[in-house]
DNA sequence: CACTTAAAAGCAAATTATTTGCTTTAGTGA
DNA sequence: TCACTAAAGCAAATAATTTGCTTTTAAGTG
């Protein structure tokens, strides 16, 4: 077979890309996110700053694939026993996540890079519903009730994301208890 | 009365701001957002970049200053004779303007700046709740019953922005008025 | 295991954007 | 009208970005 794939050398690719996300996440933790600047972070990454741009196009770029990466849950959500606990608990979590310093400037990284290639921002809201996905089959494997996932995204991921992008105060624990609530038909 | 209040001359700001601005919006029309410059700006609105720089501070900013002006609304939400269908007339339009190309990018720049201390995505958030507050006042004069103004914001206004902002698809018509229904306990 | 290939990295010069110190201009209040 | 000061202009210095060209390196091939 040699329809020649489009699938190229370019083997130290993964090493490079691997030392500049590192060294955005260093810089990042270390400085302010606006001294940051992509020379910076060729020097602390052990490359040539024309590599970074070729690659990434410019810094909002790179910062907003940092971001996705770091944005990715690292574990399926906590099981609590009930379906509606565990969303609760997901919730909580998620939203303090997201409201905190560096929730909230990845976020905005996220969203600011305009990559109609990459399409980050949908990376995160599909991890966001993956998350509430594995909840809800828990619940059907468990026989409970559990509304259409789209629902949630509606009723609780949205009011939380929207409150803590615009508004001047992140949603507080009772807030996103409340949320949840409303998707439960009657009492516990 | 000489206790010097800080209200300090700088009378051309307002001339220099409004061509600035208008340089931006004229741009923005013409070409793609990552072509324009500062320095092109200051050519069009015929100042020195110098001048954007030391209002502005950057691109970002500036754009952002530019973007809240363009979402705040016009005027009032449409009176059409019930609290309801005032609201599922603004909310279809809302989401139709903010999930346009301009305006997608509107939002997008009013996020991204950092600015602290303008709190842009919190004035947007305002001009919002503002027209949300217009249409329940009306409700109120009318003696219909209508739902609490964050109420809308969590369950119309945030799906429609989350959507938006992280999913591929923009709310269809159709979805936003079964948001708008959710918010109305029976039949019309 | 050479050996070829092409994507990706390095390098450096050219271009462009940003910062900065100093000067000038123009509203404002006396 | 005059003095005052914030903001604008100007230009030199610095920093970031782009670009053409060369070199390196992981794969695939024989």
Same mark, same amino acid.
């Given at each position: !077979?040699?329809?020649?794939?489009?699938?190229?050398?370019?083997?130290?690719?993964?090493?490079?890309?691997?030392?500049?996300?590192?060294?955005?996440?260093?810089?990042?933790?270390? !400085?302010?996110?606006?001294?940051?600047?992509?020379?910076?972070?060729?020097?602390?990454?052990?490359?040539?700053? #024309?590599?970074?741009?070729?690659?990434?196009?410019?810094?909002?770029?790179?910062?907003? %694939?940092?971001? +996705?990466?770091?944005?990715?849950? %690292?574990?399926?959500?906590?099981?609590?026993?009930?379906?509606?606990?565990?969303?609760?608990?997901?919730?909580?979590?998620?939203?303090?996540? !997201?409201? #905190?310093?560096?929730?909230?400037?990845?976020?905005? %990284?996220?969203?600011?890079?305009?990559?109609?290639?990459?399409?980050?921002?949908?990376?995160?809201?599909?991890?966001?519903?993956?998350?509430?996905?594995?909840?809800?089959?828990?619940?059907?494997?468990?026989?409970?009730?559990?509304?259409?996932?789209?629902? +949630?995204?509606?009723? +609780? +991921?949205?009011?939380? !994301?929207?409150?803590?992008?615009?508004? %001047?105060?992140?949603?507080?624990?009772?807030?996103?208890?409340?949320?949840?609530?409303?998707?439960?038909?009657?009492?516990?």
């Amino acid at each position: !077979m040699n329809i020649r794939e489009n699938i190229r050398p370019g083997g130290r690719s993964a090493r490079v890309q691997a030392s500049v996300h590192k060294a955005v996440r260093d810089l990042l933790s270390k !400085m302010d996110r606006n001294e940051v600047t992509i020379p910076l972070i060729a020097t602390e990454a052990g490359v040539t700053p #024309s590599t970074i741009y070729r690659r990434w196009g410019d810094l909002q770029e790179l910062l907003a %694939d940092v971001a +996705v990466e770091r944005l990715r849950p %690292d574990a399926p959500p906590k099981d609590t026993g009930s379906a509606r606990s565990d969303l609760e608990h997901w919730a909580e979590q998620y939203a303090d996540e !997201m409201a #905190s310093g560096p929730g909230r400037a990845m976020i905005r %990284d996220v969203l600011s890079s305009v990559g109609a290639d990459t399409r980050n921002a949908g990376k995160c809201c599909g991890y966001t519903r993956e998350q509430v996905q594995a909840i809800a089959e828990r619940a059907r494997d468990r026989g409970e009730e559990f509304p259409d996932v789209e629902t +949630v995204i509606d009723e +609780v +991921v949205a009011p939380i !994301m929207y409150r803590i992008l615009f508004d %001047d105060a992140p949603p507080t624990s009772a807030k996103v208890l409340s949320l949840v609530e409303r998707l439960f038909p009657q009492r516990r």
